[in-house]
Nanobody
Framework: QVQLVESGGGLVQAGGSLRLSCAAS????????MGWYRQGSGEQRELVAT???????NYADSVKGRFTISRDNAKNTVYLQMNSLKPEDTAVYYC????????????????WGQGTQVTVSS
């Protein structure tokens, strides 16, 4: 089984910063892609940023230049540094991974974290 432990959410004023962390543990061979998604109240879940094992990143246009995703492969941990936060960034932020169960497998499995609330006050 896989476990994801998210941390770092909270309440911050507009213009402030937060850093989210998501640590993966359990039984798997390798994590290929790690990412953050968010879901505001009454809205659909949307991609924030992803990073693959080699460090290539992808960002939603709404967060480019403000958020930075990074990962530590040795710790199976992904981070999201969020700067210049805006009220519209308020959402539950979810960590998601795509992982390989065994070395010989060619199938990636998906797993989601429980989410961490980020609230940005104006």
């Amino acid at each position: 089984q896989v476990q994801l432990v998210e941390s770092g959410g909270g309440l911050v004023q507009a213009g402030g910063s937060l850093r989210l962390s998501c640590a993966a543990s359990g039984s798997f061979f390798r994590i290929n892609v790690m990412g953050w998604y968010r879901q505001g109240s009454g809205e659909q879940r949307e991609l924030v940023a992803t990073i693959n094992r080699g460090g290539s990143t992808n960002y939603a246009d709404s967060v480019k230049g403000r958020f930075t995703i990074s990962r530590d492969n040795a710790k199976n941990t992904v981070y999201l540094q969020m700067n210049s936060l805006k009220p519209e960034d308020t959402a539950v932020y979810y960590c998601k991974i795509l992982y390989r169960k065994q070395a010989w497998s060619t199938v990636d499995y998906e797993y989601w974290g429980q989410g961490t609330q980020v609230t940005v006050s104006s």
